[in-house]
């Protein structure tokens, strides 16, 4: 069955990195676009960042600059890199299978002093 397994979310102090990764199984993960959400208690699930099939990459606003999705496809792997974190940024981060029902479990990033 198709499986999505973050790691790599944590505590970290205002101004730190993170470097979250999703595994992912069940399917040919080359041929999908996939996709890194995030959410906070009360709020609605929003998209942080997109990789395409192909390697193209799109970014919202407020992460732009700060934020890299990468994919290994050999490894069946996609990755946020997190740079200069806000408190702002505190949320459980999910990895989607692009437009399909498919998630992760989530990983609590928390940006605090």
């Known amino acids: 069955q198709v499986q999505l397994v973050e790691s790599g979310g944590g505590l970290v102090q205002p101004g730190g990195s993170l470097r979250l990764s999703c595994t992912v199984s069940?399917?040919?993960?080359?041929?999908?676009?996939m996709g890194w959400y995030r959410q906070t208690p009360g709020k609605q699930r929003e998209l942080v960042a997109k990789?395409?099939?192909?390697?193209?990459?799109a970014y919202a606003d407020y992460v732009k600059g700060r934020f890299t999705i990468s994919r290994d496809n050999a490894k069946k792997m996609v990755y946020l890199q997190m740079n200069s974190l806000e408190p702002e940024d505190t949320a459980v981060y999910y990895c989607?299978?692009?437009?399909?029902?498919?998630w992760g479990q989530g990983t609590q990033v928390t940006v605090s002093s």
């Open positions: 989607q299978i692009w437009m399909t029902i498919y």
């Open positions: 069940g399917i040919s993960f080359s041929d999908y676009a």
């Open positions: 990789i395409t099939a192909s390697g193209t990459t």
